[in-house]
Protein backbone atom coordinates (compact mmCIF):
# COMPACT_ATOMS: atom_id res chain seq x y z
CA UNK A 1 0.00 0.00 0.00
CA UNK A 2 1.26 3.20 -0.93
CA UNK A 3 1.05 6.36 1.08
CA UNK A 4 0.27 10.19 -0.31
CA UNK A 5 0.17 13.92 1.26
CA UNK A 6 -2.95 15.28 2.33
CA UNK A 7 -1.63 18.65 0.71
CA UNK A 8 -0.33 16.84 -2.75
CA UNK A 9 -2.05 13.43 -3.79
CA UNK A 10 1.02 13.32 -6.48
CA UNK A 11 3.27 12.91 -3.80
CA UNK A 12 3.71 8.65 -3.29
CA UNK A 13 5.84 6.17 -0.87
CA UNK A 14 6.10 3.25 0.88
CA UNK A 15 4.43 2.58 4.56
CA UNK A 16 8.26 2.66 5.55
CA UNK A 17 9.41 5.69 3.64
CA UNK A 18 6.26 7.16 5.18
CA UNK A 19 6.90 6.27 9.14
CA UNK A 20 10.32 7.66 8.42
CA UNK A 21 9.47 10.58 7.15
CA UNK A 22 6.91 11.17 9.92
CA UNK A 23 5.41 14.94 8.26
CA UNK A 24 5.34 15.02 3.94
CA UNK A 25 8.04 18.11 3.11
CA UNK A 26 4.86 20.19 1.83
CA UNK A 27 3.31 20.25 5.38
CA UNK A 28 0.88 17.73 4.39
CA UNK A 29 -0.22 14.45 6.56
CA UNK A 30 0.70 11.42 4.64
CA UNK A 31 -2.29 8.88 4.81
CA UNK A 32 -2.90 5.32 3.06
CA UNK A 33 -4.07 5.52 -0.40
CA UNK A 34 -7.10 3.30 0.32
CA UNK A 35 -8.78 2.28 3.21
CA UNK A 36 -8.59 -1.66 3.93
CA UNK A 37 -12.16 -3.30 4.50
CA UNK A 38 -12.29 -5.83 7.24
CA UNK A 39 -15.84 -8.13 7.47
CA UNK A 40 -17.32 -10.66 9.92
CA UNK A 41 -14.93 -13.52 9.61
CA UNK A 42 -12.46 -11.66 9.99
CA UNK A 43 -13.41 -9.91 13.15
CA UNK A 44 -14.28 -13.46 14.21
CA UNK A 45 -10.81 -14.63 13.48
CA UNK A 46 -9.70 -12.19 16.25
CA UNK A 47 -12.49 -12.74 19.32
CA UNK A 48 -10.53 -15.52 20.80
CA UNK A 49 -6.66 -14.24 20.10
CA UNK A 50 -4.49 -12.31 22.38
CA UNK A 51 -4.11 -8.25 22.04
CA UNK A 52 -0.96 -9.07 20.09
CA UNK A 53 -2.24 -10.77 17.46
CA UNK A 54 -4.53 -8.78 16.74
CA UNK A 55 -2.37 -5.74 16.17
CA UNK A 56 -0.25 -7.69 13.71
CA UNK A 57 -3.37 -8.76 11.76
CA UNK A 58 -4.39 -5.25 11.60
CA UNK A 59 -1.53 -3.63 10.77
CA UNK A 60 -0.67 -5.81 8.48
CA UNK A 61 -3.59 -4.62 6.01
CA UNK A 62 -2.07 -0.78 5.84
CA UNK A 63 2.06 -2.30 6.20
CA UNK A 64 2.79 -4.04 2.95
CA UNK A 65 5.99 -3.82 2.87
CA UNK A 66 6.14 -4.94 6.68
CA UNK A 67 6.02 -9.00 7.05
CA UNK A 68 3.43 -10.74 9.22
CA UNK A 69 6.51 -12.12 11.00
CA UNK A 70 7.57 -8.41 11.80
CA UNK A 71 4.65 -7.40 13.19
CA UNK A 72 4.22 -9.76 15.45
CA UNK A 73 7.20 -9.83 16.47
CA UNK A 74 7.43 -6.08 17.50
CA UNK A 75 3.70 -6.44 18.90
CA UNK A 76 5.28 -8.93 21.79
CA UNK A 77 8.12 -6.28 22.32
CA UNK A 78 5.47 -3.82 22.66
CA UNK A 79 2.90 -5.13 25.15
CA UNK A 80 4.01 -7.88 26.31
CA UNK A 81 4.58 -8.31 30.42
CA UNK A 82 7.40 -6.35 31.08
CA UNK A 83 5.74 -3.29 29.39
CA UNK A 84 2.45 -3.64 30.54
CA UNK A 85 0.86 -4.32 33.60
CA UNK A 86 -2.28 -6.09 32.39
CA UNK A 87 -2.30 -8.95 30.18
CA UNK A 88 -4.87 -7.70 28.17
CA UNK A 89 -3.23 -4.45 27.56
CA UNK A 90 -6.17 -2.74 26.33
CA UNK A 91 -8.81 -4.08 28.78
CA UNK A 92 -12.69 -3.35 28.53
CA UNK A 93 -14.16 -2.26 31.48
CA UNK A 94 -18.06 -2.73 32.16
CA UNK A 95 -20.13 0.20 34.17
CA UNK A 96 -23.61 -1.40 33.21
CA UNK A 97 -25.09 -3.07 31.07
CA UNK A 98 -25.13 -0.59 27.85
CA UNK A 99 -21.81 1.01 29.14
CA UNK A 100 -18.08 0.13 29.11
CA UNK A 101 -15.09 1.78 29.56
CA UNK A 102 -11.63 1.23 26.92
CA UNK A 103 -8.62 1.36 29.75
CA UNK A 104 -5.39 2.35 27.73
CA UNK A 105 -3.01 3.73 30.26
CA UNK A 106 -2.21 0.70 31.37
CA UNK A 107 1.56 1.15 29.49
CA UNK A 108 4.96 2.01 31.04
CA UNK A 109 3.76 6.16 31.37
CA UNK A 110 0.76 5.28 32.19
CA UNK A 111 -1.33 7.09 29.44
CA UNK A 112 -2.62 5.79 25.95
CA UNK A 113 0.27 7.57 24.52
CA UNK A 114 1.88 4.06 25.34
CA UNK A 115 -0.44 1.85 23.15
CA UNK A 116 1.62 3.92 19.94
CA UNK A 117 4.67 4.87 21.41
CA UNK A 118 6.01 1.24 22.31
CA UNK A 119 5.55 0.15 18.58
CA UNK A 120 6.44 3.50 16.47
CA UNK A 121 10.45 3.11 17.58
CA UNK A 122 10.46 -1.07 16.21
CA UNK A 123 8.32 -0.16 12.66
CA UNK A 124 10.76 3.66 12.76
CA UNK A 125 14.40 1.12 12.60
CA UNK A 126 12.69 -1.92 10.40
CA UNK A 127 11.80 1.72 8.19
CA UNK A 128 15.55 2.62 8.58
CA UNK A 129 16.98 -0.57 7.59
CA UNK A 130 14.02 -0.91 4.88
CA UNK A 131 15.20 2.35 3.34
CA UNK A 132 19.00 1.99 3.72
CA UNK A 133 19.03 5.03 5.97
CA UNK A 134 22.84 5.94 6.98
CA UNK A 135 21.86 9.24 9.01
CA UNK A 136 20.61 9.45 12.44
CA UNK A 137 16.77 9.85 13.05
CA UNK A 138 16.06 12.90 15.42
CA UNK A 139 12.80 12.66 17.04
CA UNK A 140 11.13 16.18 17.07
CA UNK A 141 8.21 16.07 19.60
CA UNK A 142 5.39 18.52 20.97
CA UNK A 143 3.66 17.28 23.81
CA UNK A 144 0.64 18.64 25.81
CA UNK A 145 1.57 16.15 28.62
CA UNK A 146 1.68 12.49 27.83
CA UNK A 147 3.20 11.91 24.50
CA UNK A 148 6.58 13.42 25.00
CA UNK A 149 7.42 10.93 28.31
CA UNK A 150 5.77 8.42 26.17
CA UNK A 151 8.03 9.23 23.18
CA UNK A 152 11.22 9.17 25.45
CA UNK A 153 10.28 5.83 26.71
CA UNK A 154 10.03 4.26 23.38
CA UNK A 155 13.07 5.60 21.88
CA UNK A 156 15.44 5.85 25.08
CA UNK A 157 18.71 4.43 23.88
CA UNK A 158 17.25 3.07 20.82
CA UNK A 159 20.15 2.72 18.06
CA UNK A 160 20.44 5.34 15.54
CA UNK A 161 17.54 7.80 17.08
CA UNK A 162 17.89 11.04 19.09
CA UNK A 163 14.75 11.98 20.75
CA UNK A 164 13.98 16.40 21.87
CA UNK A 165 10.66 16.60 23.54
CA UNK A 166 9.33 20.13 23.94
CA UNK A 167 6.47 21.22 26.73
CA UNK A 168 4.36 24.27 27.31
CA UNK A 169 6.01 25.45 30.63
CA UNK A 170 3.46 25.39 33.38
CA UNK A 171 0.65 23.68 30.56
CA UNK A 172 1.35 20.00 31.88
CA UNK A 173 0.56 18.55 35.25
CA UNK A 174 3.21 17.99 37.91
CA UNK A 175 3.85 14.28 37.69
CA UNK A 176 3.46 14.66 33.74
CA UNK A 177 6.51 17.17 33.69
CA UNK A 178 8.41 15.31 36.35
CA UNK A 179 7.93 11.96 33.94
CA UNK A 180 10.04 13.97 31.71
CA UNK A 181 12.69 15.72 33.26
CA UNK A 182 14.12 12.38 34.83
CA UNK A 183 13.91 10.63 31.74
CA UNK A 184 16.53 8.06 31.40
CA UNK A 185 18.60 7.64 28.22
CA UNK A 186 21.76 9.42 26.48
CA UNK A 187 19.88 10.36 23.33
CA UNK A 188 17.06 11.99 24.96
CA UNK A 189 16.01 16.12 25.45
CA UNK A 190 13.76 17.76 27.02
CA UNK A 191 12.41 21.45 26.69
CA UNK A 192 10.21 23.86 28.49
CA UNK A 193 8.32 26.32 26.19
CA UNK A 194 6.88 29.97 26.91
CA UNK A 195 3.81 29.49 25.64
CA UNK A 196 0.81 26.71 25.52
CA UNK A 197 0.87 23.33 23.13
CA UNK A 198 -0.38 25.06 20.44
CA UNK A 199 2.82 27.58 20.24
CA UNK A 200 5.00 24.47 20.79
CA UNK A 201 3.54 22.86 18.02
CA UNK A 202 3.47 25.20 15.62
CA UNK A 203 7.32 24.99 16.26
CA UNK A 204 8.03 22.11 15.95
CA UNK A 205 6.02 21.90 12.10
CA UNK A 206 7.71 25.36 11.24
CA UNK A 207 11.07 23.30 11.46
CA UNK A 208 10.20 20.56 10.01
CA UNK A 209 9.81 22.42 6.73
CA UNK A 210 12.76 24.38 7.17
CA UNK A 211 14.82 23.89 4.37
CA UNK A 212 17.76 25.98 5.82
CA UNK A 213 17.99 23.54 9.01
CA UNK A 214 16.98 20.07 7.19
CA UNK A 215 20.10 21.39 5.28
CA UNK A 216 22.23 22.19 8.33
CA UNK A 217 21.05 18.91 9.99
CA UNK A 218 21.71 16.47 6.67
CA UNK A 219 25.25 17.56 6.99
CA UNK A 220 25.64 16.80 10.36
CA UNK A 221 24.69 13.40 10.01
CA UNK A 222 20.85 13.95 11.08
CA UNK A 223 17.24 13.99 9.81
CA UNK A 224 14.11 14.72 11.54
CA UNK A 225 10.72 12.50 11.83
CA UNK A 226 8.06 13.12 14.31
CA UNK A 227 6.29 10.88 16.67
CA UNK A 228 3.56 13.15 17.15
CA UNK A 229 0.09 11.67 15.78
CA UNK A 230 1.50 13.62 12.44
CA UNK A 231 3.06 10.25 11.67
CA UNK A 232 1.19 7.91 10.60
CA UNK A 233 3.04 5.28 12.62
CA UNK A 234 1.17 6.81 15.54
CA UNK A 235 -1.95 6.67 14.01
CA UNK A 236 -2.33 3.00 12.92
CA UNK A 237 -1.21 1.14 16.30
CA UNK A 238 -4.47 3.25 17.92
CA UNK A 239 -6.79 1.48 15.16
CA UNK A 240 -6.00 -1.60 16.74
CA UNK A 241 -7.60 -0.81 20.37
CA UNK A 242 -11.03 0.19 18.99
CA UNK A 243 -10.75 -3.31 16.89
CA UNK A 244 -10.09 -5.12 19.57
CA UNK A 245 -12.61 -3.40 22.43
CA UNK A 246 -15.56 -4.58 19.61
CA UNK A 247 -14.20 -8.29 19.78
CA UNK A 248 -13.70 -8.18 23.73
CA UNK A 249 -17.44 -6.75 24.16
CA UNK A 250 -18.23 -9.83 21.53
CA UNK A 251 -16.65 -12.53 22.99
CA UNK A 252 -17.86 -11.07 26.84
CA UNK A 253 -21.16 -11.57 25.30
CA UNK A 254 -21.83 -7.82 25.47
CA UNK A 255 -22.47 -7.33 22.40
CA UNK A 256 -23.64 -10.18 19.11
CA UNK A 257 -21.07 -9.93 16.01
CA UNK A 258 -22.42 -7.20 13.74
CA UNK A 259 -24.48 -5.41 16.61
CA UNK A 260 -23.30 -1.41 16.27
CA UNK A 261 -21.10 0.65 19.38
CA UNK A 262 -20.43 4.15 19.91
CA UNK A 263 -17.00 4.85 21.07
CA UNK A 264 -16.64 8.46 23.52
CA UNK A 265 -13.45 9.40 23.02
CA UNK A 266 -11.73 12.77 24.69
CA UNK A 267 -9.25 14.42 22.34
CA UNK A 268 -7.18 17.74 21.48
CA UNK A 269 -5.37 16.89 18.70
CA UNK A 270 -7.75 14.92 16.93
CA UNK A 271 -5.63 11.55 16.65
CA UNK A 272 -7.72 9.21 18.89
CA UNK A 273 -11.02 9.53 17.52
CA UNK A 274 -9.58 9.87 13.93
CA UNK A 275 -8.31 5.88 14.94
CA UNK A 276 -11.96 5.17 15.88
CA UNK A 277 -13.16 6.88 12.15
CA UNK A 278 -10.40 4.71 10.72
CA UNK A 279 -12.13 1.50 11.95
CA UNK A 280 -15.32 2.55 11.17
CA UNK A 281 -14.56 3.42 7.36
CA UNK A 282 -12.36 -0.57 7.48
CA UNK A 283 -15.64 -2.07 8.13
CA UNK A 284 -15.65 -2.32 12.37
CA UNK A 285 -19.86 -1.46 13.42
CA UNK A 286 -19.39 1.33 14.70
CA UNK A 287 -22.31 3.94 15.09
CA UNK A 288 -21.87 7.38 16.04
CA UNK A 289 -18.54 8.61 16.82
CA UNK A 290 -18.68 10.98 20.18
CA UNK A 291 -15.87 13.82 19.58
CA UNK A 292 -15.47 14.85 23.50
CA UNK A 293 -13.64 18.22 24.96
CA UNK A 294 -12.89 20.32 27.68
CA UNK A 295 -13.52 24.34 27.64
CA UNK A 296 -11.21 24.38 24.88
CA UNK A 297 -14.21 23.46 22.76
CA UNK A 298 -13.01 24.10 18.92
CA UNK A 299 -13.76 20.52 18.07
CA UNK A 300 -17.02 20.92 19.04
CA UNK A 301 -17.96 24.09 17.31
CA UNK A 302 -16.77 22.29 14.28
CA UNK A 303 -18.72 19.61 14.46
CA UNK A 304 -21.79 21.41 14.99
CA UNK A 305 -20.97 24.15 12.92
CA UNK A 306 -18.73 22.82 10.13
CA UNK A 307 -16.67 26.27 11.02
CA UNK A 308 -12.90 25.69 12.47
CA UNK A 309 -11.99 29.19 14.38
CA UNK A 310 -8.71 28.77 16.91
CA UNK A 311 -9.56 32.68 17.54
CA UNK A 312 -10.55 32.56 20.46
CA UNK A 313 -9.13 32.02 24.34
CA UNK A 314 -7.13 29.34 25.40
CA UNK A 315 -7.55 27.75 28.85
CA UNK A 316 -5.11 25.93 30.69
CA UNK A 317 -7.13 23.28 32.35
CA UNK A 318 -7.08 20.39 34.71
CA UNK A 319 -6.99 17.83 31.66
CA UNK A 320 -4.18 19.76 30.35
CA UNK A 321 -3.50 16.65 26.71
CA UNK A 322 -6.93 18.35 25.34
CA UNK A 323 -5.65 21.66 25.75
CA UNK A 324 -5.06 22.39 21.89
CA UNK A 325 -7.16 24.82 19.89
CA UNK A 326 -5.67 23.75 16.66
CA UNK A 327 -5.84 19.93 15.94
CA UNK A 328 -3.63 18.35 13.40
CA UNK A 329 -4.95 15.41 12.43
CA UNK A 330 -8.28 16.62 11.17
CA UNK A 331 -6.42 17.55 8.17
CA UNK A 332 -6.57 13.71 7.42
CA UNK A 333 -9.83 13.51 8.31
CA UNK A 334 -11.09 16.58 5.77
CA UNK A 335 -8.74 14.77 3.23
CA UNK A 336 -10.89 11.70 3.47
CA UNK A 337 -14.15 13.34 3.48
CA UNK A 338 -13.77 15.52 0.51
CA UNK A 339 -12.94 12.58 -2.00
CA UNK A 340 -8.91 12.96 -1.15
CA UNK A 341 -9.04 16.60 -2.59
CA UNK A 342 -5.86 17.71 -2.01
CA UNK A 343 -6.40 21.27 -3.09
CA UNK A 344 -9.59 21.75 -0.88
CA UNK A 345 -7.57 21.13 2.36
CA UNK A 346 -4.78 22.81 1.30
CA UNK A 347 -7.14 25.46 0.66
CA UNK A 348 -8.56 24.97 4.41
CA UNK A 349 -5.35 24.31 5.88
CA UNK A 350 -3.70 27.91 4.07
CA UNK A 351 -6.77 29.64 5.20
CA UNK A 352 -6.13 28.48 8.49
CA UNK A 353 -2.60 29.52 8.62
CA UNK A 354 -3.41 32.78 7.23
CA UNK A 355 -6.82 33.76 9.27
CA UNK A 356 -6.83 30.73 12.05
CA UNK A 357 -10.40 30.06 10.59
CA UNK A 358 -11.68 27.92 7.93
CA UNK A 359 -15.64 26.63 6.69
CA UNK A 360 -15.82 23.59 4.91
CA UNK A 361 -18.07 22.39 2.22
CA UNK A 362 -21.74 21.29 2.71
CA UNK A 363 -20.85 18.28 1.50
CA UNK A 364 -18.73 17.64 4.43
CA UNK A 365 -20.94 19.26 6.81
CA UNK A 366 -22.93 16.83 5.86
CA UNK A 367 -20.88 13.97 6.46
CA UNK A 368 -19.80 15.34 9.50
CA UNK A 369 -23.49 15.46 11.08
CA UNK A 370 -23.69 11.79 10.15
CA UNK A 371 -20.89 10.31 11.50
CA UNK A 372 -19.94 12.72 14.70
CA UNK A 373 -21.59 14.12 17.67
CA UNK A 374 -19.35 16.98 19.56
CA UNK A 375 -19.76 18.45 22.78
CA UNK A 376 -17.30 19.75 25.85
CA UNK A 377 -17.00 19.89 29.23
CA UNK A 378 -16.06 22.62 31.57
CA UNK A 379 -14.00 22.14 34.91
CA UNK A 380 -17.08 21.90 37.32
CA UNK A 381 -18.46 19.50 34.89
CA UNK A 382 -15.52 17.14 35.06
CA UNK A 383 -14.98 16.99 38.85
CA UNK A 384 -18.11 15.97 39.17
CA UNK A 385 -17.87 13.21 36.75
CA UNK A 386 -15.33 11.87 38.97
CA UNK A 387 -16.74 12.13 42.11
CA UNK A 388 -19.78 10.46 40.16
CA UNK A 389 -18.13 7.48 39.27
CA UNK A 390 -16.24 6.99 42.09
CA UNK A 391 -18.79 7.20 44.31
CA UNK A 392 -21.33 5.51 42.36
CA UNK A 393 -19.20 2.64 40.53
CA UNK A 394 -16.49 2.56 42.48
CA UNK A 395 -14.37 3.51 39.52
CA UNK A 396 -11.67 6.09 39.89
CA UNK A 397 -11.26 7.82 36.78
CA UNK A 398 -8.58 10.75 35.58
CA UNK A 399 -9.39 14.11 34.55
CA UNK A 400 -9.63 13.51 30.78
CA UNK A 401 -11.55 10.33 31.18
CA UNK A 402 -13.95 12.14 33.34
CA UNK A 403 -14.42 14.63 30.22
CA UNK A 404 -15.56 11.81 27.75
CA UNK A 405 -17.59 10.01 30.75
CA UNK A 406 -19.40 14.06 30.83
CA UNK A 407 -20.04 14.51 26.84
CA UNK A 408 -20.93 10.51 26.58
CA UNK A 409 -24.31 11.57 29.16
CA UNK A 410 -24.56 14.97 27.30
CA UNK A 411 -25.20 13.03 24.14
CA UNK A 412 -27.91 10.59 25.61
CA UNK A 413 -29.62 13.17 26.92
CA UNK A 414 -29.47 15.11 23.51
CA UNK A 415 -30.55 12.07 21.41
CA UNK A 416 -32.07 9.77 23.33
CA UNK A 417 -29.62 7.11 21.60
CA UNK A 418 -29.62 3.66 23.67
CA UNK A 419 -26.72 1.74 21.88
CA UNK A 420 -24.21 0.18 23.88
CA UNK A 421 -21.30 2.83 24.14
CA UNK A 422 -17.37 2.67 24.82
CA UNK A 423 -15.69 5.79 26.40
CA UNK A 424 -12.31 5.89 26.26
CA UNK A 425 -9.93 6.27 29.57
CA UNK A 426 -6.42 7.70 28.15
CA UNK A 427 -4.64 8.34 31.78
CA UNK A 428 -4.36 6.88 35.00
CA UNK A 429 -5.77 9.03 37.36
CA UNK A 430 -2.39 8.64 39.41
CA UNK A 431 -1.11 11.11 37.08
CA UNK A 432 -3.26 14.05 37.78
CA UNK A 433 -3.46 13.17 41.94
CA UNK A 434 -4.46 16.78 42.75
CA UNK A 435 -7.47 17.12 40.67
CA UNK A 436 -8.57 13.60 41.07
CA UNK A 437 -8.24 14.21 45.25
CA UNK A 438 -10.22 17.45 45.03
CA UNK A 439 -13.13 15.94 43.01
CA UNK A 440 -13.68 12.81 45.46
CA UNK A 441 -14.04 15.40 48.21
CA UNK A 442 -10.16 15.31 50.10
CA UNK A 443 -7.63 18.09 50.20
CA UNK A 444 -4.29 17.12 48.35
CA UNK A 445 -1.63 17.39 51.04
CA UNK A 446 1.27 18.57 48.97
CA UNK A 447 1.93 18.75 45.15
CA UNK A 448 3.11 16.71 42.52
CA UNK A 449 4.54 13.03 43.36
CA UNK A 450 4.03 13.20 47.07
CA UNK A 451 0.22 12.66 46.31
CA UNK A 452 0.70 9.32 45.12
CA UNK A 453 0.43 8.00 48.46
CA UNK A 454 -2.36 9.87 49.38
CA UNK A 455 -4.77 8.99 46.58
CA UNK A 456 -3.65 5.34 47.09
CA UNK A 457 -4.38 5.51 50.89
CA UNK A 458 -7.08 7.29 49.84
CA UNK A 459 -9.13 5.03 47.63
CA UNK A 460 -7.23 1.98 48.02
CA UNK A 461 -6.80 1.38 44.56
CA UNK A 462 -2.68 0.43 43.11
CA UNK A 463 -0.03 3.65 42.33
CA UNK A 464 1.31 1.85 38.84
CA UNK A 465 4.93 0.80 39.08
CA UNK A 466 6.52 2.96 37.40
CA UNK A 467 5.19 6.09 38.75
CA UNK A 468 5.68 5.11 42.21
CA UNK A 469 9.19 4.77 41.14
CA UNK A 470 9.55 8.50 40.25
CA UNK A 471 9.51 9.42 44.15
CA UNK A 472 13.12 10.44 44.41
CA UNK A 473 14.37 10.77 41.07
CA UNK A 474 16.89 13.22 39.79
CA UNK A 475 16.17 15.69 37.20
CA UNK A 476 18.21 15.94 34.72
CA UNK A 477 16.73 18.48 32.29
CA UNK A 478 16.07 22.73 33.00
CA UNK A 479 16.10 24.47 29.62
CA UNK A 480 13.60 26.64 29.00
CA UNK A 481 13.13 28.77 25.85
CA UNK A 482 11.27 30.93 24.18
CA UNK A 483 9.19 30.42 20.88
CA UNK A 484 11.68 31.33 18.37
CA UNK A 485 14.46 30.14 20.16
CA UNK A 486 13.14 26.27 19.60
CA UNK A 487 15.24 26.69 16.16
CA UNK A 488 18.40 26.81 18.16
CA UNK A 489 17.94 24.75 20.87
CA UNK A 490 17.09 21.90 18.22
CA UNK A 491 20.45 23.07 16.13
CA UNK A 492 22.37 22.59 19.46
CA UNK A 493 20.91 19.37 20.63
CA UNK A 494 21.84 17.97 17.16
CA UNK A 495 25.50 20.08 16.98
Known sequence: MKYYSTRDAAVRMDAAEAIKMGLSRDGGLLTP?????IDRAFLESLVNVRYQER????????????TYEELSGFAENAYGPEKFDCDAVAPVRTVDETTHCLELWHGPTSAFKD???????????????????SKTVCILVATSGDT??????????VPQTKILVFYPKDGVSKVQETQMVTQDGANVGVCAVEGNFDDAQAGVKRIFSDEAIRATLADRGYFLSSANSINWGRILPQVVYYISAYCDLVRDGKLSMGDKVNFCVP??????????????????????LICASNCNDVLTDFLRTGVYDKNRPFHTTMSPSMDILVSSNLERLLFDLSGENDAEVKGYMDALAKTGKYEVSDAIKAALADQFWGGFCGEAGTSAAIAKYYKENGYLIDTHTAVAASVMEQYRKATGDKTVTVFVSTASPYKFCDHVLRAI???????????????????????????AALKGKARRFDLTCEKPGMDSVVLEFLK
Open 148 to 157: GKAAMEGFAD
Open 267 to 288: TGNFGDILAAYYAKRMGLPVGK
Open 441 to 467: GETPAGDGVELLDQLHETTGTAIPRRL
Open 33 to 37: CGIPQ
Open 115 to 133: MALQMLPQLLSAALRKTGE
Open 55 to 66: AAKVMGLYLTDY
